[in-house]
Structure formats: structure tokens, C-alpha cells
């Protein structure tokens, strides 16, 4: 078999997996989010390194929710220095800046994505917000966090301090390719699972929200025609409270 197909077989079979295994976890943060809507409070969206694609992923999406914060710091992403950024996720304290600059409060909802779920600043951030008050959602690999062990003073790891687990189901490493030439993987899953999971959540609390009697705000793509007229409507409702808008 080809690795392209190997690898696409490999995702197949996750998403199968989460179908199957992670529905319960999905319909629980879908009804989070709904909550936090429904009753005005904020949804943040925060991951380090590649983990924080996917808040951009949920972010001003064609089809997506239009009331979601994502805390997009560029020291954590990948453009300004990627290796840098893999030693900041590792800091802790850091994460006490991002809570208090986006004013984070009590009953709101928090999506912390970290892979191996180990560094200092997704569990940091998590352990904040629960102090708080917010609902912390992980989304991470329970087969890596298992079995590496915490980078954090606490000793805990993100999936052992949230409320709702998340489980993109990868391999250990995310890797999920053998090529014995390497001596190691490659080609990752987890950014592919973890979009297919928030999405899933997403579409699980516009259905709940229309069930409850309430519309939910959903942006359109801008490159179909009225698109841009729905979305400058929205645009100018929240520019200004949705930070990154």
C-alpha cells in the first residue's frame, strides 16, 4: 500500500473511532457552547503552537459561529519563531497574561487544544480558568497524555483538570505514518480530527439552539453572493467586543 493511502486510511479509521467512542463528549461541549450563548457569555478558543490552528479553524468561518474568541498570541503560534514558541508553551505564569488581557470571567467557556496536553501554559490556563469559574474543554490525544508525563509544577495534565474531555484519538507522538528508514513517523493527524470534532460541536449547538426556540448567529461565506452584506451586519454588531474581529 501507498503511505498517501496509508495515512488517509489512518484518519479514516480515527474519525470512525471518534464517531463511534466520542459522540457523548461532543454533544457535551455543544451544549456548553449553546449555554454560553444563549446566556451572553463568551466562547474562547486557545492552543500553542499548532494546536492554535484550530481556533482559527472555529474563527470568522464560513458556516461557523459568530460569537467566538480566539486568543491568538504570536509568541505561542508559529510565524514569528516556531521554535520559540515551543519553549514559551513550556512557561508557566504566561498563561495569567492572556487570562487577565481578554478578561475572562465566571461562566464562560474555554477550548484549550494541546496534543500531548503536558506544558506549562495549557495547564496553566486550565487550571486558571477552573479556579474562575469557566468551563474548561479540552481537546487532546488521551493515548500521548497518558503516558508522557506532566511538564507542569502541579504534576497534572490537561484532560485530569477540564470538565469536558475531548479525544482526538490519535497515536502516541501524532504521527501516525511508519517509514522504518526514518527510524520514526510521520504525517500527523491530530489538526485533521480536531477540526472534524469542533465542527461536529459546533453543528451539534446550532441544532440544539434551534430546537430551544433560539437562532443562532452563523457567519456566510463571503465569496457567495449576500454574503458579505450577512457578514458586515455581524462585523459591525461585534467589532470592537470580539477581539480578533
Known sequence: MKKSQEYLNNLQRILSEITE?????????????????????????????????LSEELFYRAGGLVRLQPILETSLMLHESASKSTEI??????????FNTYSMKEKDVIVIASN?????IPVDMALLAKEKGLTVIAL?????????PS??????????????????????GDASVNFPELGRNACPTSTSTGAAILHAAV???IELMLA????????SSSNVDGGDEINNAFINKYKGIIRSL
Open 21 to 53: 467512542k466520542q459522540m457523548d463528549s461532543i454533544d457535551k461541549c455543544s451544549e456548553a457552547f449553546a449555554d454560553a450563548l444563549e446566556n451572553g457569555r463568551n466562547i474562547f478558543l486557545f492552543g500553542t503552537g499548532h494546536s492554535h490552528m
Open 89 to 98: 508553551e513550556r512557561l508557566e505564569g504566561y498563561a495569567e497574561i492572556l
Open 116 to 120: 500531548s496536553g503536558r506544558n506549562g
Open 140 to 148: 487532546t490525544n488521551l493515548n500521548h497524555s497518558k503516558a508522557s
Open 151 to 172: 511538564r507542569h509544577k502541579s504534576g497534572k495534565r490537561l484532560f485530569e483538570i477540564s470538565d469536558i474531555v475531548l479525544d482526538n484519538m490519535g497515536c502516541l
Open 203 to 205: 453543528a451539534g449547538c
Open 212 to 219: 430551544r426556540g433560539n437562532t443562532p448567529e452563523v457567519f
